[in-house]
């Protein structure tokens, strides 16, 4: 049988379409997201920060942070104790599971947070309570899962992009967020959160270090959309699974003792 050009084309675009087609259906995107969140999910981390918030382009002043983190038979806790400047010296948020404990520098007071409040600034960042604190917890564990684009490109990285929706019985105070995961290895690089189907802010994951065999982000962006804002959060030091993390760092008895 012979094949004029027009025939062996369109046998080439067949190929390609069914090809194609067997990609897509291919994407096991559960896994891929569970393998983005295995990169963020430590039994014991203690790190020291920088925060820097930027308004209007200009500089505040910097804010140093001490972060301790715990996952612990499939329950995650996080400590935040802001150690300078002296305005926020003392400030801290302890977080177990989905509640939020706040302890304010100034007074000494502490107070639970409401679902609601969770979503406020932090320290007057671009970070919310709950940015700031849920630092182990996947995103598998809190949304449904949708692949939008396998082949989406964030810069110079071919990525797949993911719509997560809030599952109903999450306590997340986002309804929406759409990430865009690193085809190469699976890594968040870029995650949009969304409130009455409006983009508020943006975070973006930089300068990756390897450490402990696995990838870091060192230098973590959130950029508002709702004001003229963007804070830079600095990774100084980290150490994983660290001696310093301890369970009795976080109970409240703890949090009323911290200066």
């Known amino acids: 049988m012979k094949l004029n050009s027009k025939g062996i084309t369109g046998i080439i675009v067949l190929i390609f379409l069914c090809f194609h087609t067997f990609s897509d259906e291919s994407v096991d995107i559960e896994s891929i997201v569970k393998k983005a969140d295995s990169y963020l999910e430590w039994e014991k981390v203690y790190s020291t920060s920088e925060l820097t918030v930027f308004k209007s382009g200009n500089p505040q002043p910097a804010m140093k942070v001490e972060s301790f983190s715990l996952l612990e038979d499939g329950k995650s806790y996080s400590l935040t104790i802001y150690r300078a400047p002296a305005k926020m010296k003392g400030t801290a948020y302890l977080m177990i599971e989905n509640d939020i404990w706040v302890k304010f520098g100034n007074t000494g007071r502490i107070r639970k947070l409401s679902s609601s409040a969770k979503k406020n600034s932090a320290g007057g960042t671009d970070f919310s309570y709950n940015d700031m604190s849920n630092n182990n ?4 564990k809190l949304y449904a899962i949708t692949l939008l684009n396998e082949k989406e490109k964030v810069n110079d990285d071919l990525c797949y992009k993911v719509q997560f929706t809030a599952l109903p019985d999450s306590d997340t105070p986002y309804e929406q967020l759409i990430a865009y995961i690193t ?8 995650i949009e959160y969304y409130e009455n189907n409006a983009n508020i802010k943006t975070l973006t994951l930089n300068d990756f270090r390897e450490i402990g065999g696995r990838s870091y982000p060192f230098l973590i962006r959130m950029d508002s959309h709702t004001k003229e804002s963007y804070t830079e959060y600095k990774i100084l030091s980290i150490e994983f699974q660290s001696p310093l993390v301890k369970k009795q760092l976080f109970t409240q008895p703890y949090l ?3 200066k």
Request: glycine share 6%.
């Open 137 to 140: 917890t996947g995103l598998s």
């Open 256 to 258: 009323e003792q911290i």
């Open 183 to 190: 085809r190469k290895n699976n890594q968040y690089i870029k």
